[in-house]
């Protein structure tokens, strides 16, 4: 049996960041069939005279004869249901003690014998069935993590005068804004890690640490951040607020201003109606998804000039949402995420520098010849599942978009195929709309197209314009699945590796289907109307790299006879 522990980089379930195991102090430990030259408990692991790991040996009781020289000690995974006191409190040279995943209640776990622990470093008791909090816990502590208990109350020194003390994991439990001492963490100014998600908190602490660098708080009740509970707080760089009860009354204009150095804030799943006043300079990325936003107020921007990733899905962004020119004080934006909105067309001079666009499920159902001249630098727009019909997009709408390599248009009532699309594509995605028919025209050009997703139309290979796939030198994906196709569609691309057919009304493979395109490595026909010898033997010559052919789902069973010289390890599958 190997028993492996790395204590110091455990990752506990549920825990925002590593939970706070910064000092490495445990190697891998396993069994030595060799005696040791000290004494070590029964069935534990014990490689150094001050390591002992008894990880996950099902131990209902406190294990005997632990060295005096212990310093670091693992007792998780097990059935512990309670701590002696005499025990414990003679480790007195103990630097780590873990103790997560087990029994341990309130009652079983002494204030006592900590008092002899003079220089504990590390304490984990997550996932455990505490109620309150240790009442004590030694000066010397640098990390403790009490996560995943029944926690409702601390006391002023389970966290206070700790003057080394960095990281505190309290998340996933019960507590309650009565059960935080208002001196919780006075003398200890060195915390940069506080986690209290996942509990009952109704408003934001006060007296937090001014040392702060990252707090969650997401998961609570919180409904009001009092004035200046954030104002000592200037190293804080990552705020996590979200899934609360928050409005635009529990904040205020000062709420977040002192914040200097904030980089990261999640206002998430609240029920704020506006953006956030004085906003900081340095933040760069602000989630505001899946509230009650319905305008973006220029004025509430001003502050954010850094801000680089913007998310306001799933608002109430209606027409005049976005109004023109209002995020373009935001030179630096990299990607604005509007999903799920009711914006009637692409907002208007948007920043330039502007990077990626996501707005799918809008009401967008105009695209103008001007609507996107203002983000030339666009590498990825998205709007999938709009109102856009063909007659209703510009031809010269995509011209300026140079840099555009993701183009996705699923989901509309397109007719045709866009014209002017830019050259530099890599991804076009046009999926579950009304194509009836293709021409070469507006695929002309994609020479640095990889790949092409067409299913879900109205496709007849009789619809497809000789000359179509000619262009498209660099497509490796073609998906042509759920149309109407009656046979393998000819002089497909020679760069072709994965070709999606299914779901069509394939009856036939002639043995002439596939000479254009010698590379291919996957081949889907399941779900179309082959029949036992329906694909002509000499279908496969060639293709020398071909793995998967899956005709699932056809009348018969098909019979697919691959080239003597393609790997034999993937089959054909059969119904």
Sequence with gaps: MQLSLLLLLLLLPGSPTA????????????????????????????????MVDCDGLDLRAFPNNITRAAQHLSLQNNQLQELPYNELSRLSDLRTLNLHNNLISSEGLPDEAFESLTRLQHIYVAHNKLSVAPQFLPRSLRVADLAANQVTEIFPLTFGEKPALRSVYLHNNQLSNAGLPPDAFHGSEAVTTLSLSNNQLSYLPPSLPPSLERLHLQNNLIAKVPRGALSRQTHLRELYL?????????????????????????????????????????????????????????????????LRYLLLQHNSLGAAGLPAGVLRP?????????????LERVPLALPRRLRSLVLPHNRVAVLGARDLTSTPGLAEL??????????????????SLRALRSLDLTGNQLTRLPSGLPSGLHTLRLQRNQLRALEPEPLAGLDQLRELSLAHNRLRVGDIGPGTWHELQALQVLDLSHNELSFVPPDLPEALEELHLQSNR?????????????????????????????????????LLHLHVVDTTGNPEQVLVQLPPTAPRRPRAWGP
């Design 330 to 342: 935001l030179r630096g934006l990299h990607t604005l995420h509007v999903y799920g909105n009711g």
């Design 19 to 50: 939970p706070g195991m910064e000092d490495a102090a445990f190697p891998h430990m396993g069994e030595s069939s060799q005696p040791l030259p000290w004494a070590c408990p029964l069935r534990c692991s014990c490689p150094r005279a001050d």
């Design 382 to 399: 998205n709007l999938a599942y709009n109102h856009l019909a063909s007659a209703r997009v510009h031809r010269r709408a995509f011209r």
């Design 506 to 542: 394939i009856g036939h493979v002639g043995p002439e289907a596939f000479l254009s395109t010698p590379g291919l490595r996957a081949l889907f026909l399941r779900a179309n109307r082959l029949h036992m010898t329906s694909i002509a033997p000499e279908a496969f010559l060639g």
């Design 242 to 306: 979200q899934h609360n009860q928050l409005t635009d009354s529990g904040l205020d204009a000062t709420t977040f201003s002192k914040l200097h150095r904030l980089e990261y804030l999640d206002l998430s799943h609240n029920q704020l109606a506006a953006v956030p006043a004085g906003l900081p300079r340095t933040l760069a990325v602000l989630h505001l998804g899946r509230n009650r936003i319905h305008q973006v107020d220029a004025d509430r921007l001003r502050g954010a000039r850094g």
